[in-house]
């Protein structure tokens, strides 16, 4: 075989698989259980709230993914994020929910797809998962998402509902039994995140482990995460110049994460600003320590 007959092969192989992978987001939703007669009819209420408690979980799951929305307020440009409902599903009452783009089916799979597959994974996983399991990924999501996946379990429980979710990777099935116990775990449950400024000695950096240690000026020890904005020539720098152990006015946010009476705080470092050192009187004090 000649290598321009070998390259086109490949070219139409390529192209085939192209068009075989959808890279937009595609996920079929059916309900059951009360709200639905048969496969005549769904509550048109009860469909109204669930399929924006679906919207609003995977907008938000996509403005999310960079960390950098607020804990309310609007969801900005989030009008590069619309879901469509494409199709009414028969047999069972259900919607089939896409991302629509009217130029080409992109290479890669979108921002928009890889949230929407999220989601689907969350909703699943907060029903199915064990307690330990549960209480990992709870910590790593952002407030927003979890209030709208919240509300949607609530919607579907109080309702007496069952929902079946089909994307290109799951077709799962949850129960009013899975549902109770999805709403149960999630009403115990609660994600808060604020923002503060700290004046205190940079007490450790790692620019490749993306950690931190802070000593504030009251002598409590901060560790935790730094910020995907923080660059990693940027940290580099403040270590070749010696930040360590030098005054730094310190912007971090905390995540608290309460259950059960039990809380636990997370901390990611925004930013640094070089300050001077203060009076001894404001030095830090005896060591005491917070981790995330």
């Not at 669930?50 to 938000?60: E, Q």
């Not at 009452?93 to 928009?112: H, R, S």
């Not at 790593?140 to 089909?166: D, G, M, S």
């Not at 109770?180 to 775990?185: E, S």
Request: aromatic letters at 6%.
């Amino acid at each position: 075989m000649s290598l321009n007959s070998r390259r086109r092969q490949l070219q139409e192989q390529l192209s085939q698989l192209g068009e075989k992978r959808n890279t937009l987001a595609s996920t079929a939703l059916y309900f059951g259980g009360r709200p639905v007669i048969g496969s005549r009819g769904i509550q048109a209420e009860f469909a109204s709230k669930v399929l924006d408690d679906y919207r609003d979980s995977v907008v938000n799951m996509w403005a999310s993914t960079d960390g950098h929305i607020a804990s309310r307020g609007p969801v900005p440009d989030q009008d590069s994020a619309k879901l469509h409902v494409t199709e009414l599903l028969h047999g069972s009452v259900g919607f089939l929910i896409e991302e629509i783009d009217l130029k080409a089916m992109p290479l890669f799979p979108t921002a928009l797809k890889k949230a929407a597959d999220a989601v689907d994974g969350l909703i699943v996983s907060v029903a199915k998962q064990t307690d330990d399991e549960f209480e990992r990924d709870i910590e790593k999501l952002h407030p927003r998402v979890f209030r709208a996946v919240e509300r949607l379990i609530k919607n579907l429980h109080q309702a007496e509902a069952t929902i079946r979710l089909v994307d290109e990777s799951r077709d799962e099935v949850l129960t009013t039994q899975d549902v109770g116990v999805a709403y149960t775990r999630l009403e115990a449950t609660s994600i808060e995140d604020d923002q503060f400024t700290e004046d205190g000695l940079l007490i450790g950096l790692l620019p490749y482990g993306e950690r931190f240690e802070f000593r504030r000026a009251g002598g409590q020890l901060i560790t935790g995460k730094v910020s995907p904005s923080l660059s990693e020539s940027y940290l580099k720098r403040l270590r070749e110049e010696q930040a360590i152990n030098k005054w730094w006015r310190a912007t971090i946010s905390r995540r608290e994460v309460r259950r059960f009476g039990r809380s636990n705080e997370r901390f990611l470092l925004l930013d640094l600003e070089e300050i001077k050192q203060p009076a001894l009187a404001d030095a830090p004090q005896q060591p005491d320590s917070t981790s995330s």
